[in-house]
């Protein structure tokens, strides 16, 4: 059984199709970057395994449990809150924009989401948040404000902010496109570490280096539909997909 199943997933936004049916299976510990243009639905199908979209039609399952599902001909029905909570808790998701809260430090970032969301007490979460900032190097800035953080450390934060909640998926949505490309390396270091340690991870990217050394497949997306998946290999070494190629050259 997959850990990750999403099947047929439809997507509209005022009337304008943009998810066509994509379907995505994964196995837990498996990495997949998914590329493509710009408007190809990359976002939108990681939001809506994220439950920041709500699908129009299809079916997600993560180990085991439904999130989602079409029920006949009507549109897709969700689980119950409880469910959807429970899911949730097992995903954390890193965005182009930091979103650290400007008037806490980087320490209380860390805590308050394990403190607000699991009832955790500070006492325990404080060594879970030691040892991540150590992670992503930044364990010396724990009593800094994100003001004072370059972009590189504001997402790292946010990585480690993401951690903090024990997530059995990371989900990361073009994590440097908001950064100079110098800072851009921190981030994606952090990132490959992760993916050396078999987090299962969902990274939407423009980094097409980064995607072909770190995901164990490529998916590559454009008009809303998988135009072509397989390993990094298949993919960059020997696009069969026209648009593929297009795309590769254009970015390569």
Same mark, same amino acid.
């Given at each position: 059984?997959s850990?990750i199943?999403m099947?047929?997933?439809?997507?509209?936004?005022e009337?304008?199709?943009v998810?066509k049916?994509?379907?995505l299976?994964?196995?837990k510990?498996?990495?997949?970057?998914?590329i493509?243009?710009?408007g190809s639905g990359?976002?939108?199908?990681l939001?809506c395994? =994220?439950?920041? @979209?709500?699908i +129009?039609?299809g *079916?997600i399952e993560v180990?085991?449990?439904? $999130?989602?599902?079409t029920?006949?001909? =009507?549109?897709? @029905?969700y689980? +119950?809150?409880k *469910?959807?909570?429970?899911l949730?808790l097992q $995903?954390?998701?890193?965005?182009?924009?930091?979103?650290?809260?400007?008037?806490?430090t980087v320490?209380d970032?860390?805590l308050?989401?394990?403190?607000?969301v699991?009832?955790m007490?500070?006492?325990?979460?404080?060594p879970?948040?030691?040892?991540l900032?150590?992670?992503?190097?930044l364990w010396?800035?724990?009593?800094?404000y994100?003001?004072?953080?370059?972009?590189?450390?504001?997402?790292r934060?946010?990585?480690?902010?993401?951690l903090a909640?024990?997530?059995?998926?990371?989900?990361?949505d073009?994590p440097t496109?908001?950064?100079?490309?110098?800072?851009?390396?921190?981030?994606?270091?952090?990132?490959?570490?992760?993916?050396?340690?078999?987090?299962?991870?969902i990274i939407v990217?423009?980094e097409?280096?980064f995607?072909?050394?770190?995901?164990?497949r490529?998916?590559?997306m454009?008009?809303?539909?998988?135009?072509?998946e397989g390993?990094p290999?298949?993919?960059?070494g020997?696009?069969?997909?026209?648009?593929?190629?297009?795309?590769?050259?254009?970015?390569l």
């Amino acid at each position: 059984m997959s850990f990750i199943k999403m099947d047929k997933i439809e997507k509209s936004f005022e009337g304008l199709p943009v998810l066509k049916e994509v379907s995505l299976n994964m196995e837990k510990g498996e990495v997949v970057a998914i590329i493509g243009p710009s408007g190809s639905g990359k976002s939108t199908f990681l939001r809506c395994l =994220g439950q920041l @979209e709500i699908i +129009d039609r299809g *079916t997600i399952e993560v180990n085991g449990t439904v $999130m989602a599902k079409t029920v006949g001909e =009507g549109a897709a @029905e969700y689980a +119950d809150k409880k *469910t959807l909570h429970n899911l949730l808790l097992q $995903m954390g998701m890193v965005f182009q924009q930091f979103n650290l809260f400007p008037h806490m430090t980087v320490w209380d970032n860390i805590l308050i989401a394990p403190q607000m969301v699991k009832n955790m007490k500070a006492a325990d979460i404080a060594p879970i948040a030691e040892n991540l900032l150590k992670k992503v190097g930044l364990w010396e800035k724990r009593n800094v404000y994100p003001a004072k953080l370059s972009g590189g450390q504001k997402q790292r934060v946010a990585i480690a902010r993401a951690l903090a909640m024990n997530p059995s998926i990371m989900l990361f949505d073009e994590p440097t496109s908001a950064l100079d490309p110098e800072l851009t390396g921190e981030v994606l270091r952090t990132i490959k570490q992760l993916a050396e340690e078999r987090m299962t991870m969902i990274i939407v990217t423009h980094e097409m280096a980064f995607a072909r050394e770190v995901a164990d497949r490529i998916i590559f997306m454009a008009d809303g539909i998988i135009q072509e998946e397989g390993t990094p290999e298949e993919v960059f070494g020997n696009p069969k997909n026209e648009r593929t190629k297009a795309f590769l050259e254009s970015m390569l």
